[in-house]
């Protein structure tokens, strides 16, 4: 019998190869996968120093590189230098060129504006004293027309009066606006609504209420100034629309209710609740049929069904990869902002996600009763029907409850781009500094996951 020949190499040359090109030694060796990873390694490793202009840094390829002669010359005996050494000065590297680049500096941190974002979300906006109000408005005029007539800004109601003068004005143009009737010696807030409903301050930089005290009278004249974001979602910024200038007055009764704002915040719970279950319902339907696809259990079995998995697992991660806040700006162009747009991104997102959740289990189930029941000539469907099903129901209603939970989350940050719920709200109050109901609304998203997240984990315990 003839002996095979042992291949014989030299440590030495083993060395200078890895030294001329990082891994090319370890290949020598007949290490092609080794050698493949620190080559892709250290020239990441030395790209990204390079690249953020770090000299400092260039130590730690530097050192991987010297690691891996070390490490060709030592595998010609059989003993592999480990790979923690690489490892932590690559991390190293990574980690201190990332805090640079990011710009660490606490010393920038204000505690004076940390209290001022913190203090007033202490004291959340959700109840208030009951009280009576007493309310009046008069039209403006936003832009002015030279097309066509301006109405006059003049509005009576109940012996009240209230007009602006000019009837019309352009954004942060001066207004002299009056009211009479109202109750004597009293502080009025005035405030501004645009064409659409949004509200908008007129005390400070547009940041905070105006208050004014009526006279012995009941009147009061001031001057305000149009708010510089009345047009911002204005279609067309040189039609002239009607706008309003309120004037509340407030009478307390004793007892509490639910404030202006703590009203807003229960019907922005409720739609985000209310998006996060319609979307995790239908997405449902649309997931559980494609999951079948992408499980490679069941499309493996000839080249026509493999190439179906391959294209619906290839669709499944490229959806995936896209943010589900990506995905709702997207819906909010094309069909215009509220939660329409936010549940048709919960949808899309959902869909992908599930459908991999769904495969993942399918392909993790006994393949004992599906061998079985190929054995006896059933076909795909029944297969699926009596080997697959029941094995995944519980599975699938876990996976479905959960993913209802972090749609429950979803739905609060897609409202900050316009698709409707909590966040909707939220981010307005954010930019004209109503801390008082970002905590409310804070408090209330919290409570809301917290419950469902103990309702889920309880349904989970009992399914699982």
């Known amino acids: 019998m003839k002996e095979k020949k042992i291949p014989r190499f030299s440590a030495v040359l083993a060395g200078v190869l890895s030294l001329l090109l990082p891994g090319l030694g370890q290949m020598y060796l007949r290490r092609g996968y080794r050698g493949a990873v620190i080559l892709l390694a250290t020239v990441v490793l030395s790209g990204m120093v390079a690249w953020y202009a770090r000299p400092f840094w260039y130590f730690s390829p530097a050192i991987v590189w010297l690691w891996n002669v070390w490490d060709a010359a030592s595998l010609v005996k059989g003993r592999g230098r480990p790979i923690l050494i690489p490892v932590l000065f690559g991390l190293a590297?990574?980690?201190?060129?990332?805090?640079?680049?990011?710009?660490?500096?606490?010393?920038?941190?204000?505690?004076?504006?940390?209290?001022?974002?913190?203090?007033?979300?202490?004291?959340?906006?959700?109840?208030?004293?009951?009280?009576?109000?007493?309310?009046?408005?008069?039209?403006?005029?936003?832009?002015?027309?030279?097309?066509?007539?301006?109405?006059?800004?003049?509005?009576?109601?109940?012996?009240?009066?209230?007009?602006?003068?000019?009837d019309c004005a352009g954004v942060s143009e001066t207004v002299i606006v009056s009211v009479s009737g109202m109750w004597p010696d009293t502080d009025t807030t005035i405030w501004w609504e645009t064409n659409i409903g949004d509200d908008k301050p007129l005390g400070g930089n547009e940041d905070a209420a105006l208050v004014v005290r009526t006279d012995g009278n009941g009147s009061l004249t001031t001057v305000i100034h149009v708010p510089s974001t009345v047009l911002i979602a204005q279609p067309d910024p040189t039609l002239m629309l009607e706008h309003r200038v309120y004037f509340d007055q407030y009478h307390p009764l004793g007892g509490i209710e639910l404030s202006t704002n703590g009203g807003y915040v229960l019907k922005g719970m409720a739609e985000s609740v209310t998006m996060a279950l319609l979307a995790t319902t239908l997405?449902?339907?649309?997931?559980?049929?494609?999951?079948?696809?992408?499980?490679?259990?069941l499309m493996g079995g000839n080249p026509i069904t493999f190439v179906i998995y391959m294209v619906t697992r290839t669709i499944l991660n490229f959806v995936?990869?896209?943010?589900?806040?990506?995905?709702?700006?997207?819906?909010?162009?094309?069909?215009?902002?509220?939660?329409?747009?936010?549940?048709?991104?919960?949808?899309?997102?959902?869909?992908?996600?599930?459908?991999?959740?769904?495969?993942?289990?399918?392909?993790?189930?006994?393949?004992?009763?599906?061998?079985?029941?190929?054995?006896?000539?059933?076909?795909?469907?029944?297969?699926?029907?009596?080997?697959?099903?029941?094995?995944?129901?519980?599975?699938?209603?876990?996976?479905?409850?959960?993913r209802w939970d972090i749609n429950v989350r979803s739905s609060v940050v897609i409202g900050m781009v316009g698709g409707g719920g909590i966040g909707f709200y939220l981010i307005q109050w954010i930019q004209i500094n109503q801390m008082g109901a970002v905590g409310a609304a804070?408090?209330?998203?919290?409570?809301?996951?917290?419950?469902?997240?103990?309702?889920s984990a309880k349904v989970r315990e009992r399914l699982v």
């Open 442 to 455: 804070f408090i209330a998203i919290a409570v809301v996951v917290i419950t469902l997240d103990f309702l």
């Open 283 to 297: 997405a449902i339907f649309l997931a559980i049929p494609v999951s079948f696809l992408a499980a490679r259990n």
């Open 93 to 166: 590297a990574a980690y201190g060129i990332g805090w640079q680049m990011v710009g660490v500096n606490f010393k920038s941190a204000s505690m004076e504006r940390a209290a001022a974002v913190i203090r007033p979300m202490l004291h959340p906006d959700m109840f208030q004293a009951r009280q009576e109000l007493n309310r009046m408005w008069t039209p403006i005029y936003v832009p002015c027309s030279t097309s066509e007539a301006i109405p006059t800004a003049r509005r009576e109601d109940n012996g009240k009066v209230a007009f602006a003068s000019p």
């Open 320 to 402: 995936r990869s896209i943010e589900a806040l990506i995905i709702a700006i997207v819906f909010v162009i094309i069909v215009g902002l509220g939660p329409f747009a936010g549940v048709l991104a919960l949808i899309v997102h959902s869909v992908a996600a599930l459908a991999k959740l769904y495969s993942e289990v399918i392909e993790g189930i006994d393949p004992g009763p599906i061998e079985a029941i190929r054995a006896t000539g059933a076909n795909w469907l029944q297969v699926v029907r009596y080997g697959v099903i029941p094995q995944i129901v519980p599975p699938f209603t876990a996976f479905t409850i959960y």
